[in-house]
């Protein structure tokens, strides 16, 4: 049986983007684009694991996962986000891995397959001390700045030709 995954992020490219990758390994995808909606899903469907960005409208992603870890603990949860030093806050409200963006796409998926196949018997246990076994992945910053590097390219003030 396929697992689900729950795609939470107010970006729709990132959406869609992720639930391509993850259609493609296999996985049933279902996504919101706000914290309210995440909660709504997760009430009618049976999800396996939590893919959480913080900056949502409506129910930022700090509330949804306090509610969510309240509903069910043993929830696998990652947080995906471009915000910069949010790794204890992460630990601290019952994520098990934090990844910032960019993504690393094969460390994300890498991290998803540890996480769902996680046994239950560890799971519970991590759960009960959920900073130790919590996943951190730092934005690649060689990656950042290439995309940067894409897509705003300033013109020179000076030209290339030389003049006699």
């Keep these: 049986m396929k697992k689900t995954i729950l795609v939470v992020d107010d970006e729709s490219s990132i959406r869609d983007a992720l639930s ?60 995906i986000t471009g915000r910069f030093e949010q790794r204890e806050l992460a630990e601290q409200a019952g994520a098990d891995a934090l990844m910032e963006k960019p993504l690393n796409v094969l460390r994300l998926l890498q991290t998803i397959r540890e996480l769902i196949n996680e046994p239950m018997e560890r799971r519970s246990k991590r759960a009960k001390n959920r900073a130790s076994g919590f996943r951190y992945v730092s934005c690649d910053h060689e990656l950042f700045r290439e995309m940067l590097k894409a897509r705003f390219t300033t013109p020179s003030p000076c030209s290339e030709t030389k003049t006699r």
């Design 20 to 79: 391509k990758v993850l259609h493609a390994e296999g996985y049933e995808v279902v996504s919101a684009e706000n914290g309210q909606e995440a909660i709504e899903e997760f009430g009618e469907k049976k999800i396996d694991l939590l893919l959480l960005d913080l900056g949502l409208p409506v129910k930022d992603g700090w509330r949804t996962l306090e509610w969510l870890a309240q509903v069910n603990p043993l929830l696998p949860v990652i947080v």
